[in-house]
């Protein structure tokens, strides 16, 4: 739901991100991030932007990679399926691919056995019809 490219991993990027979940989930409260130890997930100025969103940290057990097996799964099947062999020509070649991977073949193409089959576009939408209705004020 967040995501952000840079020629280097840092906090700055990372930081984007969460803005973009943040963001285009309505600024939700009471909400969790799980990530893994790397510096810039534990670094001052993000945890103080988490801290700003009032959103709770979670972070994987050292060197666990099944801790955040959805996100391991997520690079796995965008290496498999999306990204070309050899790599891309240029950063905006790349930063394009990755965008149409995401918002045009992942999320509203391609089925996910853990959704039932369900594209996650379409999981969410069910999740938020069923799920979360909001009270009609009259």
Same mark, same amino acid.
């Given at each position: #739901?967040?995501?952000?490219?840079?020629?280097?991993?840092?906090?700055?990027?990372?930081?984007?991100?969460?803005?973009?979940?943040?963001?285009?989930?309505?600024?939700?409260?009471?909400?969790?991030? *799980?990530?893994?130890?790397?510096? *810039?997930?534990? $670094?001052?100025?993000?945890?103080?932007?988490? %801290?700003?969103?009032? #959103?709770?940290? $979670?972070?994987?057990?050292?060197?666990?990679?099944?801790?955040?097996?959805?996100?391991?799964?997520?690079?796995?099947?965008?290496?498999?399926? %999306?990204?070309?062999?050899?790599?891309?020509?240029?950063?905006?070649?790349?930063? $394009?691919?990755?965008?149409?991977? #995401?918002?045009?073949?992942?999320?509203?193409?391609?089925? *996910?056995?853990?959704?039932?089959?369900?594209?996650?576009?379409? $999981?969410?939408?069910?999740? %938020?019809?069923?799920?979360?209705?909001?009270?009609? #004020?009259?």
């Amino acid at each position: #739901i967040g995501w952000a490219m840079s020629q280097s991993p840092d906090t700055a990027l990372t930081a984007k991100a969460l803005s973009m979940a943040f963001e285009s989930r309505g600024r939700p409260k009471g909400v969790m991030f *799980h990530s893994d130890q790397g510096c *810039h997930y534990t $670094s001052k100025k993000y945890r103080q932007l988490l %801290w700003r969103y009032q #959103i709770k940290q $979670s972070m994987s057990r050292r060197g666990n990679c099944w801790d955040n097996a959805p996100m391991e799964r997520f690079f796995r099947s965008f290496k498999s399926e %999306w990204m070309p062999t050899v790599g891309y020509k240029s950063f905006n070649e790349a930063k $394009s691919a990755v965008v149409n991977y #995401i918002t045009g073949y992942y999320s509203k193409v391609r089925p *996910h056995s853990y959704n039932g089959e369900l594209t996650p576009n379409e $999981s969410e939408r069910r999740y %938020w019809k069923t799920y979360k209705r909001v009270a009609n #004020i009259t």
